[in-house]
């Protein structure tokens, strides 16, 4: 994939056909081209679930886990048994070699599988709800996802901010009563693309 490909798949609406054909073509460069980047949001969004309180000795869900940056930056904060799923089986072959999980499983676009409501204390999304990814209705997925007490910290790029549709799902999922956002703060993302994002961590009470 090219230089303006990537660009145009990181910030640009595809649809689930799509998105699995970019992510594969993807796979074998992907971790390469996100260090050069400084992609930092999997260490934040790990540290912020640590500052939120989140148990570390339950089991996590590391929810679009890609090639398994994000289960390593878990792991290195201290959680000690995390799940990965993803819907790129070649992504997902990626993060299968990596240290970080007790298992991984091929997921589908839309959906938690078999999934139920609170089966994880602790669900992470990391840069997964955004344009080029998932859709805002997904963030709806993931916050029936919790059960009461659980956590979910997932991250906004700047483009993902820019569009209503987005940041709209999460003004609704906090006016919820049982919902609370205990967490925000904006900082780099893909610094060397003068990208930021926004970490968010939700629990319900």
């Known amino acids: 994939m090219s230089q303006d490909d990537k660009d145009q798949a990181l910030w640009t609406p595809h649809s689930d056909a799509e998105i699995k054909e970019i992510y594969a073509s993807w796979a074998d460069s992907y971790e390469d081209d996100v260090a050069e980047w400084g992609y930092v949001t999997p260490t934040r969004l790990a540290l912020a679930l640590r500052r939120s309180g989140a148990n570390i000795e339950k089991p996590i869900l590391d929810f679009g886990c890609g090639t398994g940056l994000s289960g390593m930056a878990l792991k290195a904060v201290g959680f000690q048994v995390i799940d990965g799923t993803d819907i790129s089986p070649e992504m997902l072959s990626k993060a299968e070699s990596k240290p970080a999980y007790r298992q991984v499983w091929k997921g589908e676009a839309g959906s938690m599988g078999h999934i139920r409501r609170g089966d994880y204390a602790t669900i992470a999304a990391t840069g997964v709800v955004s344009l080029g ?15 009461p007490g659980g956590t979910l910290a997932f991250s906004f790029n700047d483009a993902t901010l820019a569009e209503r549709a987005y940041t709209d799902r999460l003004d609704i999922a906090v006016l919820a009563p049982d919902i609370e956002l205990v967490f925000e ?13 926004t970490i968010y961590v939700l629990q319900r009470t």
């Open 185 to 197: 703060e904006h900082g780099p993302h893909l610094p060397a693309k003068n990208m930021g994002s």
């Open 133 to 147: 990814a998932a859709p805002p209705e997904t963030l709806d997925m993931l916050v029936n996802a919790i059960g």
